[in-house]
T-cell receptor, first 113, second 112 residues
Framework: QKEVEQDPGPLSVPEGAIVSLNCTYSNSAFQYFMWYRQYSRKGPELLMYTYSSGNKEDGRFTAQVDKSSKYISLFIRDSQPSDSATYLCAALDRGSTLGRLYFGRGTQLTVWP | ETGVTQSPTHLIKTRGQQVTLRCSSQSGHNTVSWYQQALGQGPQFIFQYYREEENGRGNFPPRFSGLQFPNYSSELNVNALELDDSALYLC???????????FGPGTRLTVL
């Protein structure tokens, strides 16, 4: 079982839709959770960085962590064609001596006009 | 503030050759992590350097090695290249091992 699981999609939605992206993880020691956006053939760009359980909002993006179910989500409101990219979830165990990120395989999102 | 930069952008090598990839960390960052991203997959951790010392590595063989320099820039060296080494190699820098990691654009390596 991989440390972080993510449905690769693809996911295709019309402009203006609310998008929900999800991941599950298996390691209870994970404390920090991230969402990265990656455009084709580019490096990942950090979107959200959250600690433990709860919600964090930044503009049209909301990250949600439920540690009891080991479930992390990213919601995109009023989606735009420029949001079309691959979205990667990642987790970090700050209790270890190593700042290693564990990534899901990414969900490919297309927002059509 | 300059972000993370990597060179070269693309590289084509043949099986058995050696390659060196370079990364300049973001200003103020002392930690560099390297990841390998195969097509259609998430990045896989190779190793991390903190203040010029290897802080730990993932499940990669010893032919993957690295360095970090006093200015916190870093190199990834891969010896005896195999076809499966074809991937996007990503460098990420951070202030310390546990803080937000910011990625460079990557180096796309093709092994023929």
């Amino acid at each position: 079982q991989k440390e972080v699981e993510q449905d690769p999609g693809p996911l295709s939605v019309p402009e203006g839709a609310i998008v929900s992206l999800n991941c599950t993880y298996s390691n209870s020691a994970f404390q920090y959770f991230m969402w990265y956006r990656q455009y084709s053939r580019k490096g990942p760009e950090l979107l959200m960085y959250t600690y433990s359980s709860g919600n964090k909002e930044d503009g049209r993006f909301t990250a949600q962590v439920d540690k009891s179910s080991k479930y992390i989500s990213l919601f995109i409101r009023d989606s735009q064609p420029s949001d079309s990219a691959t979205y990667l979830c990642a987790a970090l165990d700050r209790g270890s001596t190593l700042g290693r990120l564990y990534f899901g395989r990414g969900t490919q999102l297309t927002v059509w006009p | 503030e300059t972000g993370v930069t990597q060179s070269p952008t693309h590289l084509i090598k043949t099986r058995g050759q050696q390659v060196t990839l370079r990364c300049s960390s973001q200003s103020g960052h002392n930690t560099v992590s390297w990841y390998q991203q195969a097509l259609g997959q998430g990045p896989q951790f190779i190793f991390q350097y903190y203040r010029e010392e290897e802080n730990g590595r993932g499940n990669f063989p010893p032919r993957f090695s690295g360095l970090q320099f006093p200015n916190y820039s870093s190199e990834l060296n891969v010896n005896a290249l195999e076809l499966d080494d074809s991937a996007l190699y990503l460098c990420a820098s951070s202030k310390g091992a546990y803080n937000e990691q910011f990625f460079g654009p990557g180096t796309r390596l093709t092994v023929l």
